[in-house]
């Protein structure tokens, strides 16, 4: 890409991703040590997991709000500060209330990063390049999964405060990503709708974004584009009947997405690894090798989902998945248990999930909607994805123990038969085709 600054922009927004898959995963190398140091319950153990995730949906509700009031760049420091905050509270927690406030403030700059940072790049790229440049987000967030867990393996057994270490080597890229918001521009649309006497910084922006581009042009969409209206003149309402299609499409897919048990397995993999035999070292190490499937399979997908469509990668991964999570409620039910069965099955679980909800989810949602409802469509979407991982981070200790590892695993499988069941009666494709043609498509299917 030759337009260096746009693409320097692009990277430092996105290293909100990087931290929000490092504070995501890396509780899971500290949570059983957590629960040992504070002697705490089952409840209060999964609340311990599942607080960051809480922090994400109140997030996920509220990002909108400081990114039209005060702007993308100011909410983009403010998430900085908060994972800041949050990584030196929880390596430095006295006690563990103390512990939960700080990783419920880091849920909450999880959550608002999920809106504000892809909004902001695809705010500030220009069009032919806006994909590959908020496709930087998710590849982020992959990253960060898998460096959490390297740092995690890293750090294991350096000492009695072993688990305070990986929490708080967070301080680092949130103090790089802090420092660096501040050598971004505002974006230029939120300056010509919400600051209309600062168009001359919005129109050098667009400028160096857009550098053969008509700019007065360019300036004007964007202006009128605010005052867009439905055709009774009115601001448009997510919830009229016209859009219940691309509604349920959100919801059951978000659904679905944490419905497989992601959420689960990247949080509590090492303890699943020592339920079937691993040592915690060996654990740790296996849940090195699932951050990096999972980046590798990303990655992939992000190769091939304009080519093979969305509908397809995820007709792919559902057959993958319930393959795969049968064959570990398999192993759990005939306690088949080697040490490494598990962990691959795992593994390939990872890429056929990697492969299909997770290169399609944000995706598929941000097209489903039409322009009028786009914003507040994506934040149901996400409001439904975050929840839904907050209850499965928050039940799954019980679950487990209650149940057992196969029964467990049945139930995930059966929601990816549903989910196959979904994708092949309900899903749309999407690929190479304009936003007004999917309206027209999904609104009036």
Known sequence: MSNTKILFWSITVALGGFLFGFDTAVISGAEKSIQEVWNLSVFEHGLTVAIALIGTVVGSLTGGIPSDKFGRKNTLYGIAVLYLLSSLGTALAPEWITFLIFRFLGGIGVGVSSVAAPLYISEISPAKSRGRLVALFQFNIVFGILIAYLSNYLFAGIGEHDWRWMLGVQAFPSLIFLVAIFFVPESPRWLLLKRPNKIDNARKTLQIANPDANISQMVNDIMLSGQERDADGRKASLFSKKYSLPIT?????????????????????????????????????????????????????????????????????????????????????????????????????????????????????????????????????????????????????????????????????????????????????????????????????
């Not at 399979?297 to 990668?313: E, H, K, P, S, W």
């Not at 306690?335 to 056929?352: D, T």
């Not at 909800?357 to 909607?369: K, N, R, Y």
């Open 249 to 445: 499409l959100a919801v059951l897919f978000a659904f679905f997405n944490q419905m497989s048990g992601i959420n689960a397995i990247i949080y509590y993999a090492p303890r699943i690894f020592e339920m079937v035999g691993l040592g915690q070292e060996s654990a740790l190490l296996s849940s090195a090798g699932i951050g990096l499937v999972n980046f590798l399979f990303t990655l992939l997908a992000m190769n091939v989902i304009d080519r093979f469509g969305r509908r397809t990668l995820m007709l792919i991964g559902s057959v993958g998945l319930i393959i795969t999570l049968g064959l570990v409620a398999r192993s759990f039910y005939m306690k088949e248990f080697n040490g490494i069965e598990v962990p691959v099955y795992l593994f390939v679980y990872i890429a056929f999930f990697a492969f299909s909800q997770g290169a399609v989810i944000w995706v598929f949602i941000s097209e489903i909607f039409p322009n009028q409802v786009r914003a507040s469509g994506q934040a149901l979407g996400s409001f439904t994805h975050w929840i839904m991982a907050a209850i499965i981070a928050f039940s799954f200790p019980y679950v487990s123990e209650t149940l057992g590892g196969g029964n467990t695993f049945l139930i995930f499988t059966c929601m990816m038969i549903l989910q196959l069941i979904f994708v092949w009666r309900l899903m749309p494709e999407t690929k190479g085709t304009s936003l007004e043609k999917i309206e027209e498509n999904v609104v009036f299917y």
